[in-house]
């Protein structure tokens, strides 16, 4: 297994920043979702032109590689309009994450939106993700749909795969998603995922007046040893992202605080 960690930990940060840090704490790649507090990464000068080639280097040179490009295109508007609309913006970053040498890029489900119900909204992801993936796979960028919000459990996501027919679409796993609604045991997750399993979200939880709240790797009550221990039984040799919410949660430990503490967390229990 590889690690990485979603730039979600450092919304504001530059690719630089994101990159030193990665290198200086033994990460294998990195996941782009924010830079700069833009999440549609492939507007930023960075991006464009002969700045495209200088950062794939900047990367490269460090030792690292870009894991996944996550977007946030979501399937579940009941306006074919809207959906189309992240259907194109999911063409623009998954052609960046062909420039930059990343395998997939990350789309979600995701929610049943008032006064529509669940197989009407199961039926719309599925299309969103059929349409994308027929645009991406010339240019050999997988869609992975994560499983997160009303669709988080792997059941779910798997039963939007197959109403996709798209035997090429994968899955980013994030188990806490899952676990934190009550929907799904981890390892019941893995085991239904099977070889649709493409990455993994990681992160630890700790329940605080009823309520899961995310906390520093291994100080939690989310069995992330036994997930890492599973993934391993399972010959898993793609990447574990450390996914730290600060974007969503300001609060939280700092991203030079959190990002070292994961990589030293894994490292530690890999070689126990």
């Known amino acids: 297994m590889k690690i990485c960690f979603s730039s979600l930990a450092c919304p504001a940060w530059t690719l630089d920043q994101v990159v030193n840090i990665a290198a200086s704490s033994g990460y294998d790649g990195i996941e782009l979702r924010f830079l700069e507090g833009e999440d549609s990464i492939w507007k930023l000068p960075s991006f464009e032109g002969t700045s495209l080639k200088t950062s794939i280097q900047k990367i490269s040179d460090r ?3 870009v894991a996944c490009v996550d977007t946030s295109c979501r399937f579940h508007s009941p306006d074919p309009q809207e959906r189309a609309s992240w259907v194109d913006e999911g ?3 998954a052609e960046l994450a062909s420039a930059l040498g990343a395998p997939g890029i990350r789309v979600f489900g995701d929610k049943i939106q008032p006064g529509a ?30 499983t997160h919000g009303d669709f988080a459990s792997s059941t779910e996501t798997m039963a939007i795969l197959e109403e996709s027919g798209r035997e090429d679409a994968s899955v980013v796993w994030d188990a806490a998603n899952a676990f934190a609604d009550g929907k799904e045991q981890p390892l019941d ?13 990681l992160k630890d939880l700790e329940c605080r007046d009823g309520h899961w709240q995310p906390v520093l790797s291994g100080e939690g009550q989310f069995p992330m040893r036994e997930i890492v221990a599973e993934l391993e039984l399972q010959k898993y040799d793609r990447f574990v992202s450390f996914e730290w919410e600060k974007k969503w949660h300001p609060h939280l430990a700092e991203p030079e605080i959190s990002i070292p503490h994961f990589a030293r967390w894994f490292r530690q229990i890999s070689q126990n």
């Open 117 to 146: 119900d669940r197989p009407s909204t199961r039926h719309w992801i599925a299309e969103g993700v059929r349409q994308l993936t027929e645009k991406t796979v010339a240019i050999g960028v997988g869609v992975w749909l994560e």
């Open 63 to 65: 030792g690292l590689s």
């Open 189 to 201: 997750g893995i085991r239904t995922l099977g070889n649709r399993l493409q990455h993994v979200h």
């Open 91 to 93: 063409v623009r970053m």
